[in-house]
């Protein structure tokens, strides 16, 4: 009998153990009302990179997108009642009609009580619109595809052609078409007799509330559409800031609301994220979905995002809080990345073995470049290597910037020592501040300036960073570094020969004093890499060390001849090359990809690819304006060995996604773009103009004279800047008289003259 008890104690524990396990498998990681992933709409298609609601948009959407992507449509009526897909009430901005119909005007009509100027889907039939195309309304957007793409109808979008896991219309102006004796609710409601319409959305109370009996008990689901906080929603003549504060309300014709992505992440004027607002747990409190909408990456969205959209996705799927139901995006690639690939990663996640994460300056994207915050947050986001810029001060200290010339890292000009503003040929064409003209402990006085590539896009980084943190020597570099969990260091040095010949300076020699003294030799655990795009300097640390050296090629190339790369196998270990010469790219887009990345590693020599940024204006359209695509396709197509990056974090945050190991079940979000891809499809009338091929590395690009001894320079003539008188500095920071010697001398000559 004991036996027999204890036999079935273990019976019952074992059936507990089991239906507590299987109750643990059931419980979602997502915390959306239905408890199953997020959804992703791609409004218009892929209307990032062709025209919206074109067949294109429509087909990339679902080629590049989870399989349950939605396809969104915003429904216009014609004169004849027809559903078209079009992005707007009018139709002047997003095609061609105004071309078209030059004989026609554009008439004002009322809109919600707001007289509206343009070309009306009201006044012209299907047939009319016939011979109209579609164009980019976007105009930061490329305009190659305009004039292709006939305007679709709803029963177009959801035939053979398309064939959508999921369809979407959104009917925007009911009460505008009803003024024109036109039918919104008796074309859905036909509509959905032989379409199947998974989502219904509007901001009209007065309309989902007249569909709302006929689609209950059917798939369809009723959304209400919130707009501005301010605007006044036309049936109830209420705001929709306090319609939001009566969902109970909304839940009587509706199962779902859409709201722009500030309804729950607010950000200021200064677009910095507020804290989160409480509208999802609201509305999943009230049974609601919640919908967001406004994601596009090609926008500036918060800087708390670093210009990265998977990010900004992130904290609306898997913030730990909350999660909306689905994404409304232009670029519905990116919400699905981020959805199945990064969604719930731990953030203790190694991640994959490649590629190798270097930093550019440290995290200079986020923080002024080469400052002791940029390293720190470099190190943070889970940076392999991060590196330092040497350049030499008049007193000989080795420090990191990113330029030997401080006007472009530092606010030097505003600064006292703006007036020691001098050209110097052999370095630029323009005047420079040039840290050799300082010394350090003037340069330390110095504040950083965040850099800002993109200016003329008016794409700025992280402004509150923008004077953040403390220039730093190469000394307190290495000894930061050495106690952070890194795989290595990159030290980069250019302008050798001229700091050897003009300034009395040796950068290498200081170089390898710093690295000795901070304890970095061949038995520590961190490697050293030495960069620079001088043969002569890479030969000499070769002499004088045994560490790692990085052949940079500064032009961008086609090919390399075999003596070339064997050139470099003489005195490198490895080889970075700029992103173009692995993806060429005109006006652009890819026009293929080079073997320079294979030649390379055939010769034993790893190849990094540089300089990798978050602004969409740095990426070829086919990267679709999205940094983790243009990373995968480096890594997982041109098979590059690392990268060098502004943005550390994003190339980390790719490293850990857990689509990297699926194999022949990567998804297509996932998989290398096609090189020429979306060149391909341009019409040959709309191509851009060939461009003279890139450049082929030879031996004369790679073989450099010896370095010159460093000698003590005499005094000499510098053309002084605009800004000041001029004066250029010896090694030891005193001022050269360069031209009170220039005119004690010609008063010498005159005076000779004169006597004589």
Same mark, same amino acid.
Request: some cysteine.
């Given at each position: ?26 419980? $979602? ?8 992933? =997020? ?14 609601? $074109?067949? *294109? ?7 590049? $997108? +989870?399989? !349950? ?10 004169? %004849? ?14 095609? %061609?009609? &105004? ?31 016939? /011979? ?17 793409? *006939?305007? +679709? ?16 219309? !959104? ?59 301010? %605007? ?12 939001? &504060? ?180 052999? +370095? ?8 050799? !003209? ?13 850099? /800002? ?5 008016? +794409? ?34 250019? #302008? ?16 390898? %004093? @710093? ?70 790219? !005109? ?14 590693? &055939? ?32 890594? @997982?197509?041109? #098979? ?7 943005? =550390? ?15 022949? #079940?990567? =998804? /297509? ?11 391909? &499809? ?46 250029? $500095?010896? =090694? ?25």
């Amino acid at each position: 009998m004991p036996i027999l008890r204890s036999l079935l104690l273990l019976f019952v524990l074992y059936q507990a153990a089991v239906v507590s396990a299987r109750g643990s498998k059931s419980i $979602s990681p997502w915390q959306t009302l239905s408890g199953n992933a =997020p959804l992703v709409v791609a409004r218009g298609g892929f209307s990032g990179i062709f025209p919206d609601s $074109s067949v *294109n948009a429509y087909n990339l959407a679902q080629l590049t $997108s +989870l399989s !349950n992507v939605i396809l969104w449509c915003d429904v216009q009526l014609t004169k %004849d009642g027809a559903g078209i897909c079009f992005p707007t009430l009018t139709l002047d901005n997003y095609s %061609d009609i &105004s071309t078209v119909f030059q004989n026609g005007k554009a008439n004002v009509y009322q809109v919600n009580g707001v007289a509206v100027q343009g070309w009306f889907s009201v006044d012209y039939t299907l047939k009319e619109l016939a /011979n109209v195309y579609l164009t980019q309304g976007v105009f930061s957007r490329s305009d190659k595809y305009d004039g292709i793409f *006939n305007i +679709l109808t709803v029963e177009e979008v959801v035939s053979s052609e398309v064939q959508p896991a999921g369809l979407w219309l !959104n009917i925007q102006h009911d009460a505008f078409f009803r003024q024109h004796n036109l039918s919104m609710r008796s074309f859905v409601l036909s509509i959905s007799k032989h379409v199947v319409v998974d989502y219904v959305s509007s901001p009209e109370v007065g309309f989902l509330s007249s569909i709302a009996s006929r689609f209950k008990g059917t798939k369809t689901k009723l959304v209400f559409r919130f707009l501005g906080m301010n %605007d006044v929603e036309p049936s109830t003549n209420q705001t929709y800031g306090s319609l939001l &504060s009566n969902l109970t309300l909304v839940k009587t014709f509706a199962s779902g609301i859409l709201v722009p992505k500030t309804y729950i992440w607010p950000v200021n004027s200064g677009l910095y994220l507020q804290s989160p607002t409480s509208v999802v747990s609201d509305a999943h409190n009230q049974g609601l979905e919640v919908f967001a909408s406004d994601f596009a990456n090609d926008v500036v969205f918060s800087y708390n995002y670093s210009y990265d959209p998977i990010a900004e996705y992130l904290s609306f799927v898997d913030n730990g809080n909350f999660s909306v139901d689905g994404v409304l995006s232009d670029f519905p690639i990116t919400p699905s990345e981020a959805i199945d690939c990064f969604s719930h990663i731990s953030k203790n996640s190694t991640g994959q073995a490649p590629p190798v994460v270097i930093t550019h300056n440290g995290a200079s994207g986020v923080y002024p470049g080469c400052t002791d915050v940029a390293y720190q947050q470099a190190v943070e986001d889970g940076a392999d290597v991060i590196d330092c810029s040497v350049q030499m001060t008049s007193d000989g200290i080795p420090i990191c910037l990113g330029s030997i010339n401080l006007i472009e890292g530092t606010t030097v000009a505003l600064s006292p020592y703006g007036i020691r503003s001098v050209i110097i040929p052999e +370095l630029q064409n323009t005047a420079g501040i040039f840290t050799f !003209n300082l010394t350090w402990k003037e340069i330390q006085n110095l504040k950083p300036a965040i850099s /800002n590539p993109f200016l003329d896009y008016q +794409l700025y980084r992280y402004p509150a960073h923008k004077n953040s943190g403390n220039l730093v020597s190469l000394d307190y570099f290495l000894s930061f570094a050495k106690t952070k969990p890194l795989s290595g260091v990159l030290v980069s040095v250019e #302008n050798a020969a001229y700091l050897a010949e003009y300034q009395g300076l040796s950068v290498i020699d200081a170089v390898i %004093d @710093s690295l000795n003294k901070s304890g970095y030799n061949n038995q520590t655990l961190q490697k050293v890499m030495i960069q620079s795009t001088n043969s002569s300097v890479l030969k000499e640390f070769k002499m004088k060390t045994s560490y790692e050296l990085v052949y940079q090629v500064d032009e961008t190339i086609r090919d390399a001849l075999n003596s070339s790369i064997k050139d470099i196998k003489g005195f490198a270990h490895s080889v970075s090359v700029t992103k173009q010469t692995i993806f060429p790219k !005109n006006q652009g887009f890819l026009t293929g990809v080079t073997n320079v990345v294979d030649k390379l590693h &055939s010769y034993n020599l790893s190849v990094y690819a540089y300089v990798f940024t978050n602004e969409f204006v740095s990426q070829a359209w086919d990267f679709f304006s999205d940094p983790t695509v243009e990373i995968n396709n480096f890594v @997982s197509a041109a #098979n590059i060995d690392g990268l060098i990056t502004e943005f =550390p974090g994003t190339a980390v945050s790719y490293r850990k996604n857990k689509c990297l190991t699926m194999g022949n #079940n990567t =998804p /297509n979000y996932m998989l290398p773009v096609q090189p020429d891809g979306l060149m391909q &499809s341009i019409p040959n009338n709309a191509l851009p103009p060939a461009e003279a091929p890139n450049q082929i590395l030879t031996d004369s690009n790679v073989i450099e004279p010896p370095l010159p001894p460093v000698v003590q320079k005499l005094p000499t003539f510098v053309t002084p800047g605009p800004a000041a008188a001029p004066t250029a $500095s010896t =090694p030891n920071g005193q001022p050269q008289r360069a031209t009170d010697f220039f005119l004690s001398s010609l008063l010498l000559v005159l005076l000779a003259f004169l006597i004589f």
